[in-house]
């Protein structure tokens, strides 16, 4: 068997799992993406806005810890 062909199916065997791992991180990326977007949507409908929001993440260390100590 010439090296040539063996060479030609390893990248090809590479290329498909480089292949498969990067559709999986997109498709971890939208679903992600998406799950995100719906909180947001769901905030926005109860009045919320997103500065709202990004302040609760801001603060969301301070938060735990306050109520760890306080159990």
């Known amino acids: 068997m ?3 062909l063996i060479i030609l199916v390893a990248a090809i065997v590479v290329a498909l799992i480089v292949f498969r791992a990067l559709l999986s991180l997109l498709k ?3 679903s992600t993406a998406i799950a995100i977007f ?3 949507v769901i905030l926005r409908f109860f009045g919320f806005s997103t ?3 990004m302040h609760e993440l801001n603060h969301l ?3 735990l810890q306050h109520f760890i100590e306080t159990k």
């Open 38 to 40: 719906i909180v947001i």
């Open 28 to 30: 971890t990326f939208l």
């Open 51 to 53: 500065n709202d929001l």
């Open 61 to 63: 260390g301070q938060t």
């Open 2 to 4: 010439p090296t040539n």
